[in-house]
């Protein structure tokens, strides 16, 4: 299994969304490094969810249950998506700030590429920030 972390602005797409509607198609990613991220998820990687832009938090965690495919969203033809399913909340989300001050999560792509919107997280880090969330 892998671990991810994926960007969303909260207007167009919230936590709040996701856990309504379970499973969404994640589409709209146009970074070729962020969709090369997305063709090399497998189905059971889980993911943190990241509220961008104006919050900067991981609100939860999300699961890959469908494989990289075309966006139909894209006229190009180049991009592709996943669909991710709600798997369950944090019960402190984790803020950028956090993140950025802990020693250990420095090397993170979300603090180094800010701009990235989907990123491989290595499994001491998602333990880590596992331990932060203080999930039950």
Known sequence: MSYWLIKTEPSSWSWQDQKRQKTTAWDGVRNYQASNNLK??????????????????????????????????????????????????????????????HPMLQHLALVR???????????DSWDIILNLSQRD
Do not use: W
């Open 113 to 123: 590429q800010s701009r990235l919107s989907v990123m491989p997280i290595d499994s």
């Open 40 to 101: 090399a998820m497998s189905i059971g990687d889980l993911c943190f969810f990241y509220h961008s832009v104006s919050d900067k938090k991981i609100m939860g965690i999300v699961e890959v249950t469908k494989l990289y495919s075309p966006d139909p969203s894209d006229e190009t033809g180049r991009f592709g998506m996943v669909d991710v399913t709600y798997k369950e909340p944090f019960l402190n989300p984790i803020s950028l700030e956090t993140i950025k001050h």
